[in-house]
C-alpha cells in the first residue's frame, strides 16, 4: 500500500506560482513513478507531468512545458510539482498517484497508476 497527500494548493493570479507537494508514506516506491494531473469541473482528468522516480526520469503534457517543473525530495520521501506563470486555464484539483511504471509519460492514461491522493485545489483567476 502506498499514501499520498496532497498540499500546497491555492487561490492566485494569473501569472503567480504555485509549489505543490506530493507526501508519501508506505511501500517503497523504489520501482513506482508519480505522476501529477488534474481536473477541470466538467472534464477529464488529464495527466500534467510524471517522475520516475528511481532514475529521476520526467515528462510534461504540452500545455505545462517551460512553465511547470516535477521534482523528487527522497529524503523527504516527496515529489513536488513547482508551477509558474499560472493561468486560468491551469484551474482545476490537482492530483498525485503512484504506479509500478519503470518509465513514465505525461499523457499516459490515469489507469495506469495504482494508488491516490485527495487533491487538491489550485484556482488561477484575476
Known amino acids: 500500500q502506498v499514501q499520498l497527500v496532497e498540499s500546497g494548493g491555492g487561490l492566485v493570479q494569473p501569472g503567480s506560482s504555485l509549489r505543490l507537494s506530493c507526501a508519501t508514506s508506505g511501500n517503497t516506491l523504489d520501482y513506482y513513478s508519480i505522476g501529477w494531473f488534474r481536473q477541470a469541473p466538467g472534464n477529464e482528468r488529464e495527466g500534467v507531468s510524471c517522475?520516475?522516480?528511481?532514475?529521476?526520469?520526467?515528462s510534461y503534457t504540452n500545455s505545462v512545458k517551460g512553465r511547470f517543473t516535477i521534482s523528487r525530495d527522497s529524503a523527504k520521501n516527496t515529489v513536488y510539482l513547482q508551477t509558474d506563470n499560472l493561468k486560468p486555464e491551469d484551474t482545476g484539483v490537482y492530483y498525485c498517484?503512484?504506479?509500478?511504471?519503470?518509465?513514465?509519460?505525461?499523457?499516459?492514461?490515469?489507469?495506469?497508476?495504482?494508488?491516490w491522493g485527495q487533491g487538491t485545489q489550485v484556482t488561477v483567476s484575476s
Open positions: 517522475i520516475v522516480i528511481s532514475s529521476g526520469a520526467t
Open positions: 498517484a503512484a504506479g509500478p511504471l519503470p518509465y513514465c509519460n505525461a499523457d499516459a492514461p490515469a489507469g495506469l497508476y495504482n494508488y
